[in-house]
């Protein structure tokens, strides 16, 4: 059993131990995030076509709980970063311990969401289900999300492994989207038909959650934390909230990351309907979502590179301005063409993929920069307070477009009978290109005016908390 650590025990603790920061803690690292993805890639990219296609459930109403779940579990993720900021330092440390117990709360909700047999039930306890099942899932994915997105500051204060482990997190979480985009369209229809068979996808996502396990207790065995801060009295939450209100840096990420996330997930929300749809080509929708793992993949070997010869706000910036770009050209040409589409769409995800590299060295370095101003390190809350921003585009993202698809009349089955209108198809083509496009855009303009930790600054925070630890 492991127990807990005293503070006097804590604060011997050396801050580098004997054990340098290695590839074992980058690839531990990438296990993690690997791990999330398998179960939050599945959940966001299909289960709102399950509720509608297998369930019935109006997208109207999908669109209501998408929304209301979403803002319940952006504040838990406040909650939850300030219990993890507050809890006592063990033998492998502050963060591990959340995700060793929590996982498997996690795998359960997860397969639950799926659950075949809830497609017999009448529509109000359908209702019911999914709304109970799908809020208690969100909630119990902050209690690991969280303290993992922490853990990138314990393990390392150098901004070039910071760096690495965005790198390799991001690798991760590419490698699952891969497993889930490639094998999920492949194996969830029932053969011959376009119509969803609710048995084999819930075989499908007991299998990615299972393997969601396998990974968390890889990343718990790989990495160290290093970092470690015992903390004798805990900072009221008021003091800390009036310095985030006030944290410049933490502000503008939060609205770019909230812009780009609204892009990425209404983007992975409607990739089914295009491709159901509007292509109608089950074979291309697996491409499309491949795309978004080939294109990290290509970029991750020079991530690092790209960070130490330009700087990361200005490498993120002209990215996003060039996503934004390709998804504009896809709006305006409106192509009937799979290839012409999945081209486009491949360059377009070279402009998310270079942001989901970096995001999370980007709040390294905000909880760095805010240690270098007031002397106050809150890694949980921080984190925290940018997972409620995601969760809050999230919230956004399949809100809106549950909405939208029944603004524009898109029509649910549960017998794969029903066609949509030319109407339909095209509001659901421009929907899936021209959210992001819009977001991404005012993403990179928000960046190059407003984000203030430039290369400069974040190598001046770097050497101004090295001489801290030193002292």
Avoid at 189 to 208: D, W
Avoid at 257 to 265: A, I, P, T
């Amino acid at each position: 059993m492991r127990k807990s650590i005293t503070h006097a025990e804590a604060v011997a603790m050396p801050v580098t131990p004997a054990k340098p920061f290695g590839r074992q803690d980058k690839l531990g690292y990438m296990f993690g995030d690997l791990g999330n993805t398998l179960t939050f890639s599945t959940v966001t990219t299909f289960l709102m076509i399950f509720y509608t296609n297998a369930l019935g459930v109006s997208a109207g109403i999908i669109g209501i709980l998408f929304l209301v779940a979403r803002i319940i579990d952006a504040f838990a993720d406040l909650g939850v970063g300030r219990l993890v900021d507050n809890s006592s330092l063990h033998a492998d440390g502050r963060f591990h311990p959340w995700i060793r117990r929590m996982k498997y709360p996690l795998f359960l909700f997860s397969i639950l969401l799926f659950l075949p047999g809830v497609s017999g039930l009448p529509m109000g306890l359908k209702i019911g289900y999914i709304s109970v099942t799908y809020i208690a899932w969100g909630i119990l994915y902050s209690t690991v999300n969280i303290p993992y997105g922490s853990m990138a500051s314990a393990i390392s204060n150098d901004p070039a492994d910071k760096t690495s482990l965005s790198t390799f997190r991001s690798i991760g979480a590419a490698v699952g989207t891969l497993l889930v985009s490639y094998f999920v369209p492949m194996f969830m229809y029932a053969k011959g038909s376009q119509q969803i068979s609710s048995t084999r996808l819930f075989i499908i996502v007991m299998i990615c959650a299972a393997a969601g396990v396998v990974a968390y207790t890889l990343l718990g065995r790989m990495t160290t934390e290093r970092v470690r801060t015992e903390k004798s009295e805990n900072i009221p939450l008021k003091v800390i909230g009036q310095k985030l209100l006030t944290d410049k840096a933490l502000i503008v990420l939060v609205v770019i990351d909230v812009l780009v996330c609204v892009g990425l997930f209404s983007y992975s929300a409607l990739v089914s309907y295009l491709f159901n749809d509007y292509f109608k080509d089950k074979g291309a929708m697996a491409l499309a979502m491949v795309s978004m793992s080939m294109a990290t993949f290509l970029l991750a070997p020079f991530a690092n590179k790209l960070y130490r010869r330009f700087g990361r706000k200005e490498i993120t910036e002209s990215f996003l301005a060039f996503g934004a770009l390709m998804f504009g050209v896809l709006l305006v040409v409106h192509t009937h063409s799979v290839t012409v589409y999945l081209v486009l769409a491949f360059f377009a995800a070279l402009g998310m993929g270079m942001f989901n590299l970096m995001v999370w060295a980007f709040i390294t370095d905000v909880i760095d920069n805010q240690q270098a101003q007031t002397g106050i390190r809150e890694d949980g809350v921080v984190y925290g307070v940018n997972s409620f921003a995601r969760k809050v585009a999230q919230a956004l993202a399949g809100g809106v477009a549950g909405l939208l698809l029944s603004f524009i009349g898109y029509k649910t089955s549960t017998s794969g009978g029903v066609l949509q209108t030319e109407a339909v198809n095209n509001g659901i083509y421009q929907l899936s290109v021209g959210i992001p496009a819009v977001c991404l855009g005012l993403g990179a303009i928000i960046m190059f005016f407003w984000y203030p930790l430039n290369k400069q600054k974040v190598d001046e925070n770097a050497k101004a908390l090295k001489a801290m630890d030193q002292d």
